[in-house]
């Protein structure tokens, strides 16, 4: 139980240890006297569970919540108790109301989705699972500030939407190249199966509104409709919620933000890419008086944005704002609809416009400073996935010709450079890989995988690329994962990396390298 207070709560008087049900009797009393106190709601449910009276102790903590719904944890805490006591629908709103608390709580998705299997919904579990909230579910458990109401772009005004052709199939997949029989991840038959691509366009809505977070893009009407091709993730959660405050925009902005952390891949891949179905759909971007994406940390944002003809100056940060209203809000459909193992957010097109934009800016670069073959070292700044016995391998890779490079603050057209020019290219799982887009075909690709965590990112990113890819799983030095533990899967990213000498030997080998 945690401390008490000691200062004005009649609880805490006595410094000797007293009974749990004195406490209890005392915090009563406290209650009476300060209703509104969150803290002693959640000191009278520690109590309480200590006395092993759980349903008590759960309409406490329930308690304690609705007196601080922004505090999402209590509501997180809410929700495990009601499992506990084995009351699904009850847990299932605990999570919701976290989720509306903090749009950033992803395990919240994966519980809501266990509890829904656990009840016989299956089909509304596999949503959650890929972080797509149904509209049904947050109607039937979600605290409903606002009604929802939904709407298809197809509704608005003509003038307003502009569609482009479909985006290109995937050409014919070829399963990957391994030691042992090919892992389910990465072959086409079963491979994780996503929902397809949305249509490429541009919606321009007069007073149009768009709340992000981490698991949502909820892109509303003036007069409060989601329009659902371009909203996604929790985007009807979003729309029934109290929203943060309003950040105003005049003129024209362009909204470019996509769920999860603008790293290398999201960037380059999610967000940077969609820049063209502007322009297909006739907006110049000299005449777009806002940018709004995630947020701008890193140096290779703001060299692309450069090379882009993008001023930082007039970018907003959805990160900062997370409630945005412009004059015409120009939005976009998302494509990031990944899950924890699979994405297919890289499409031909995808390759196409990188190697347009970026690609020329390669000729820069000295080609002394570019290996034939290629080592991706992830030594530095990293904080998962470390490669614990990279010492090992090396020498090994540097015996058949192998330089290593760490691609951390290298300009986007170095890296560009970097995988047009190698013939051959080794490793370990990571964002970097994203320029295998520059890659020309025939190029063979040796990625390196914790065994517990195989994503496919970019076995299709080779597939797009038509290169020579293999893959190689590490040794196994953790559990097995539990059978279709999503949240389990979701977090064995962060695992760290052991090869096995002798089997990367023999891939090389195999590969003729």
Known sequence: MAELP??????????EPIAPELIRQRLRSAIC?????????????QVLAQLQRWPAAAMALWRAAELAPANWRLWLQGAQVAEGL????????????SLQANGNGATCCFRVARLLRELGRDREAADCERWQLPPAIVQEFARLDYPLHLCSAANLPAEQTRWLEPIAPYPPLKAARMLGPVHPHLTPDTAPQLPPWPRPGVVAIPQGRAQISQLGICITTADHQVVQELSSGIAPLQAVSQPPPVRKLS???AFLSVRFRPNYWHW????LPRLAWLAEAGFERSAIDWWV??????PFQFATLERLGINPDRVVSSDRHPHLQADRLLALPPLGRCTPISDNTFTP???DFLRREFLPLATAIDPAHCPDRLYITRRNNVQHRRFLNETEILPLLTQRGFQAVDLDGLSPGHQAALFQRARAIVAPHGAGLTNLAYAEPGTTVIELFPPRYVANFFWLVANCSHLNYWALLGRETLPPLPIGDWMAQAQAYRDDLEIDPQALATILDRASL
Do not use: H, W
Request: glycine share 4%.
């Open 6 to 15: 000691d200062a004005e709560n009649p609880v805490a008087e006595n410094p």
């Open 33 to 45: 006297d300060r209703p509104q106190d969150s803290d002693l709601y959640v000191q009278f449910a």
């Open 86 to 97: 084995g009351d699904r629908p009850m847990a299932i709103r605990a999570y919701l109301r």
């Open 251 to 253: 003129g024209t902005a």
């Open 268 to 271: 380059m891949v999610d967000c």
């Open 293 to 298: 994406f995630d947020r701008l940390d890193y």
């Open 349 to 351: 097109q995808t390759r």
